[in-house]
């Protein structure tokens, strides 16, 4: 039987849910990653780092919220927190003693965060970080880099510089935005010709968290190059926050970013994101007189902004990470799954794989066209190919295949190991890896 076929037979139920969805959602999700052919797992419950799906297969869950649960599914102290909450109030429509708590936390936690503004994700706080790096300097180009993710919004989802232009972008909002290679010599030519960068912006550990690793010491010398030019430098540690280190990619590599956005773990696993940054910048959301607020003041609303029931949980969250032991376990368990994993690579001599990674965030990619030798991630590996895992077909064989033996990836090519994974959990995934290398070789 094949994987597919044995993917189909273990879960009739997510069939039947996906159909149903078909006729409610486009293309049955609600939300791209989790769509796959045939049709994707649907979840009742989880606990720990465990998930539970629709026909009763227990899974070993390396989605773990999208990165959001670094202390994994149903933490006592976040439940806790949250059950609490709920008896108060899920909205005051007021400001409320437990989002300053929460505030405290970040500004604790993370370099340079003088002030900051809860919002209700990770999307809307880059679109607010923008915002505030043009009006602070009162010039309008971004500086991105390509393959970086920062939300889907408008201003930031032009990911190349060539003509075309994704469905619905068009050229006013294209061209506030520069798409750089990951070359610092290519971002100097661009600020030392040009007067009208605010910011430039990126994800401090490289494409999609990592997939597309930067070079060693390209944060630390773009810090230096903004500083130089005066230019702001915004951080996007929505993913990396809290997790590569209690203050996120920053803080391990010695640097301040003038803004930084953050969600996922900052929440505990419930909506929620933030910007922070030099006070100075920050202003520009404070009130002023009536000529300050008419010219500089930037409006900003949103019914779920420092929401309580986040605020319950980001606090809960906060205070367990800032003691550094929960990510220090994580990594580790990480470091271990990357390894074993890469053993069976080299067992089977499949050149052009590798597993790959950074603590406790892990990437795999399957026949990447460069063939370097397995376990073994060559740095001329194409961008495009390690953003997606490979080849698309080997990519989806290795998500159904790992979903048969009973552990979850996130789209078959990455993961978050939290601190609640065990060894068992990690040597029970070096396994269902193994055995599903086996099975992908006897089909192709």
């Known amino acids: ?34 769509y796959v052919a045939p049709f994707p797992l649907y979840v009742e419950r989880c606990a720990g780092a465990y998930k539970w799906d629709a026909d009763g297969n227990k899974l070993i869950d390396y989605w773990m919220g999208h990165g959001a649960l670094l202390l ?3 933490h006592p102290a976040i ?18 003693e437990l989002s300053l708590q929460w505030a405290h936390l970040v500004k604790r936690l993370v370099p340079g965060i003088e002030l900051l503004r809860f919002t209700a994700s990770g999307t809307e706080a880059t679109m607010m ?5 043009r009006a602070f300097t009162g010039k309008p180009i971004v500086i991105r880099f390509a393959g970086h993710y920062h939300g889907w919004h408008d201003m930031l989802a032009h990911d190349t ?27 100097e030519h661009a600020l030392r010709s040009r007067t009208d960068v605010a910011a430039v912006i990126l994800e401090p550990t490289g494409a999609s968290y990592g997939a597309v690793p930067l070079p060693p010491g390209f944060l630390r010398d773009l810090r230096e190059l903004t500083l130089r030019y005066g230019v702001l ?9 809290f997790r ?3 203050g996120g990619a920053q803080q391990r590599e010695g640097i301040v970013a003038d803004l930084t956005t953050l969600a996922k773990i900052l929440a505990g696993g419930l909506p929620g994101g933030a910007v922070g940054g030099r006070a100075d910048i920050l202003k ?24 309580p029931l986040a605020a319950a949980a980001g606090t809960a969250m906060l205070g367990i990470v800032a003691e550094e032991a929960p990510g220090v376990c994580a990594a580790a368990l990480g470091e271990r799954l990357i390894s074993g994993m890469n053993a069976e690579l080299r067992k089977r001599d499949l050149g052009g794989w590798a597993v790959y990674g950074d603590g406790s965030i892990f990437h795999i990619i399957a026949g990447c066209s460069v063939r370097f030798p397995p376990g073994e991630l060559d740095p001329t590996a194409p961008p495009d190919e390690l953003k997606r895992g490979g080849d698309p077909r080997l990519v989806q064989l290795l998500r159904l295949g790992m979903n048969n033996h009973g552990v979850d990836l996130m789209r078959g090519r990455s993961g978050f190991v939290s601190a609640v994974h065990t060894m068992d959990d990690i040597e029970a995934t070096i396994a269902a890896f193994a055995a599903t290398l086996d099975a992908i070789a006897a089909e192709l």
């Open 1 to 34: 039987m094949t994987i597919i076929d044995t993917y189909i037979q273990r879960h009739p139920r997510s069939q039947a849910l996906f159909r149903q969805a078909q006729t409610l959602f486009p293309s049955g999700v609600t939300h791209d990653g989790r």
């Open 72 to 74: 994994g599914h149903g």
């Open 79 to 96: 439940v806790a927190a949250v059950q609490r909450q709920m008896e108060r109030g899920t909205h005051y429509g007021a400001e409320h």
């Open 129 to 133: 970080a923008l915002r505030l790096a």
């Open 161 to 187: 510089n060539d003509a075309s232009a994704p469905a619905g972008l068009y050229d006013g909002v294209l061209g506030s935005t520069v798409v750089a290679p990951t070359d610092l010599d290519y971002v």
């Open 233 to 241: 430098l915004i951080c996007d540690e929505i993913v990396t926050g």
């Open 244 to 246: 590569v280190a209690p």
């Open 284 to 307: 520009h959301l404070a009130f002023g007189d009536a000529e300050w607020n008419q010219a500089h003041k930037i409006r900003h609303f949103g019914t779920f902004n420092a929401a």
